[in-house]
T-cell receptor, first 111, second 115 residues
Framework: TQLLEQSPQFLSIQEGENLTVYCNSS?????LQWYRQEPGEGPVLLVT?????EVKKLKRLTFQFGDARKDSSLHITAAQPGDTGLYLC????????????FGKGTSLLVT | GAVVSQHPSWVICKSGTSVKIECRSL??????MFWYRQFPKQSLMLMAT?????????EQGVEKDKFLINHASLTLSTLTVTSAHPEDSSFYIC???????????FGPGTRLTVT
């Protein structure tokens, strides 16, 4: 069962454009993490959001956690080729302990 | 901080042999370690969760006798793929969770090719 629905699955944009990736669920999460993965490497943690309504910024990346703790978004401003990669959202449902459920990922290509 | 290593980074083995992959947390103690499998252009699929000193918990559909997991210390977990077959070829990634944290830190992955 895919708890986290991530969209879009693929995104190809030009340098300088803005984009938003969405991560949605019908389940409530104690926290959500966003990772970026490059080919042949392990995912790298970008941010963890814990509080409903929380907004975190990491340079040109803005992460938001929904008020109900069921969804999250990642917004990239003025994308650069170095932002290319697979973006994964992952969350630990309230009753699952610490095991993370991963979305299917968004493959971003910036040219 | 929060560095996780995996060894080997890639391995080629013959069908029927066993392969062991090590996962180490280098600068923190990992209460829990996780093993994932990833197919090309797909997301991570959780295989099992292991807590130090106890038996691993396997996800549905993952054969525990084929994928042996040992979590002998707070910094080391191993995954042994027994009697490997070509369909076991994949990218295996481990992650480690510090105590009282929801965050997981991932290793660089191991590319297994079974011929």
């Amino acid at each position: 069962t895919q708890l986290l629905e991530q969209s879009p699955q693929f995104l190809s944009i030009q340098e300088g454009e803005n984009l938003t990736v969405y991560c949605n669920s019908s389940s409530v999460f104690s926290s959500l993490q966003w990772y970026r993965q490059e080919p042949g490497e392990g995912p790298v943690l970008l941010v963890t959001v814990v509080t409903g309504g929380e907004v975190k910024k990491l340079k040109r990346l803005t992460f938001q956690f929904g008020d109900a703790r069921k969804d999250s978004s990642l917004h990239i401003t003025a994308a650069q080729p170095g932002d290319t990669g697979l973006y994964l959202c992952a969350g630990a449902p309230w009753d699952s302990g610490y095991a993370l459920n991963f979305g299917k990922g968004t493959s971003l290509l910036v040219t | 901080g929060a560095v996780v290593s995996q060894h080997p980074s890639w391995v080629i083995c013959k069908s029927g042999t066993s392969v062991k992959i090590e996962c180490r947390s280098l600068d923190f103690q990992a209460t829990t370690m996780f093993w994932y499998r990833q197919f090309p252009k797909q997301s991570l699929m959780l295989m099992a969760t292991s807590n130090e000193g106890s038996k691993a918990t396997y996800e549905q559909g993952v054969e525990k006798d084929k994928f042996l997991i040992n979590h002998a210390s707070l910094t080391l977990s191993t995954l042994t793929v027994t009697s490997a077959h070509p369909e076991d070829s994949s990218f295996y990634i481990c992650s480690a969770r510090p105590k009282s944290s929801y965050e997981q830190y991932f290793g660089p992955g191991t590319r297994l090719t079974v011929t």
